[in-house]
């Protein structure tokens, strides 16, 4: 099983709403990645956790707040968006590597988000 | 700091080649490539390590040029599933108190295959 699964996959939010994506793998994998992607572009890094630990955060507004649960899942907290976060949240995970060295990352499908 | 691929596009008749390359200005640990599809998530394509090591599918090649921090994806024989967005990310040096390394992705570059 090399899937990682997010939901949902679309999500329309107002800005006072309070809302969580959700991510989950059953590969193992010790680190796990939140990126946001807007149209055209590039993933964008947010949060590395590595060992269920936080260990980069892209300095990312307070208004997203992730949560590692246990090593199979991943949350993303969402309050007081903007219009401006609308975009592709993707979700991935990887083996553990060596010092500095990642291993292939596994993406998950991303949830579609749109803040009104 | 985010890596620089080119070209930014390309169009290819099926059973043409290309070479995407990608170049950093610090240096890297690794390189990954991954191919997106329209509406899905990137899908891993190659892994290239610092010191010669790489993995990936077998009809997908590429070179890691460690001293000059730059790395290309041969596509040969290309295939209209080919076709998306091929992005490379790089992995720079060790950060401090972190166990992997930040993974940056390039700005992307869209092949297009034709029959």
């Known amino acids: 099983d090399t899937e990682v699964t997010q939901t949902p996959k679309h999500l329309v939010m107002g800005m006072t709403n309070k809302k969580s994506l959700k991510c989950e793998q059953h590969m193992g994998h010790r680190a796990m990645y939140w990126y946001k992607q807007k149209a055209k572009k590039p993933p964008e890094l947010m949060f590395v956790y590595s060992y269920e630990k936080l260990s980069i955060n892209e300095s990312v507004p307070s208004r997203f707040s992730p949560e590692c649960p246990n090593s199979s899942l991943l949350n993303l907290h969402l309050h007081a968006l903007q219009p401006e976060d609308s975009a592709l949240y993707l979700c991935a995970s990887s083996w553990p590597g060596q010092r500095g060295k990642n291993t292939e990352a596994f993406f998950g499908q991303g949830t579609r988000l749109t803040v009104v | 700091q985010q890596p620089v691929q080119s070209p930014q596009a390309v169009i290819l008749r099926e059973g043409e080649d290309a070479v995407i390359n990608c170049s950093s200005s610090k240096a890297l640990y690794s390189v990954h490539w991954y191919r997106q599809k329209h509406g899905e998530a990137p899908v891993f394509l190659m892994i290239l390590l610092k010191g010669g090591e790489q993995k990936g599918h077998e009809k997908i090649s590429a070179s890691f040029n460690e001293k000059k921090q730059q790395s290309s994806l041969y596509l040969t024989a290309s295939q209209l599933s080919y076709s998306g967005t091929y992005f490379c990310?790089?992995?720079?040096?060790?950060?401090?108190?972190?166990?992997?390394?930040?993974?940056?992705f390039g700005q992307g570059t869209i092949l297009t295959v034709h029959p």
């Open positions: 990310g790089t992995v720079g040096p060790y950060a401090g108190g972190t166990s992997y390394g930040k993974l940056t």
